[in-house]
């Protein structure tokens, strides 16, 4: 069945390095709809970014990331860490149904 | 912006208890879902549904019901409450587009003793 893989659940970074989060994803489907979700302390998770086009960048707030459908990844990364980035981000995957599927998270925690 | 709202917000219950968390969208959306998320693994669905009436089983459905009253409310049942299932629980509604992303909820921390 369709699932994600975050193999990293915890990321420490200093203030100003580049983020990259790891994403990759099986599905049997063709149509592939990926996400990244960010989950804020105390604040209900919100759509951070999506895709479902083959080699195109998608970029929000200081984010981006591009679907690669030849190896299944959908990598989530920033040019330079900032303090309030610090949250639970997770990658997810919409194919053949309107069912999410969401990897197991990865908390960034960014330190000065 | 859309808007789902749950309740109670926190909930503390007992073992062999009976247990009901609420979920309502201003959206009109006609899936909503259901998830519990617990460290480590993620965000799991429960039960979802696809409009009124309509109640589908997730990921992991044991110990939990659903009910789809009306488009806007979704609810979820525990029957006979267990310590396992002390989690934070999202309600999300969703749809309406090719993407059909998902908005979810400010969760409800249920403590089951």
């Known amino acids: 069945g369709d699932s994600v893989t975050q193999k990293e659940g915890l990321v420490t970074l200093t203030e100003g390095l580049p983020v990259m989060l790891n994403c990759t994803y099986q599905?049997?489907?063709?149509?592939?709809?990926l996400f990244w979700y960010v989950h804020y302390l105390n604040e209900s998770p919100r759509l951070l970014l999506k895709?479902?086009?083959?080699?195109k960048r998608t970029e929000h707030q200081g984010f981006h990331a591009t679907l690669h459908k030849s190896s299944s990844s959908f990598h989530l990364q920033k040019s330079s860490a900032q303090l309030s980035d610090s949250a639970l981000y997770y990658c997810?995957?919409?194919?053949?149904?309107?069912?999410?599927?969401f990897g197991s998270g990865t908390k960034l925690t960014v330190e000065p | 912006e859309a808007a789902v709202t749950q309740s109670p917000r926190n909930k503390v219950a007992v073992t062999g208890g009976k247990v009901t968390l609420s979920c309502n969208q201003t959206?009109?959306?006609?899936?909503m879902y259901w998830y519990r998320q617990d460290t480590g693994h993620g965000l799991r669905l429960i039960h979802y549904?696809?409009?009124?009436?309509?109640?589908e089983k997730g990921d992991i459905p044991d110990g939990y019901k659903a009910s789809r009253p009306s488009q806007e409310n979704f609810s979820l049942i525990l029957e006979l409450a267990t310590p396992s299932q002390t989690s934070v629980y999202f309600c999300?509604?969703?749809?309406?587009?090719?993407?059909?992303?998902?908005?979810f909820g400010p969760g409800t921390r249920l403590t089951v003793l």
């Open positions: 895709s479902s086009t083959d080699n």
């Open positions: 999300a509604s969703g749809g309406g587009t090719d993407y059909a992303e998902q908005f």
């Open positions: 997810a995957l919409r194919s053949n149904y309107n069912v999410l599927y």
């Open positions: 959206n009109n959306h006609n899936n």
């Open positions: 549904s696809y409009g009124a009436g309509s109640t």
């Open positions: 599905t049997i489907y063709s149509n592939a709809f």
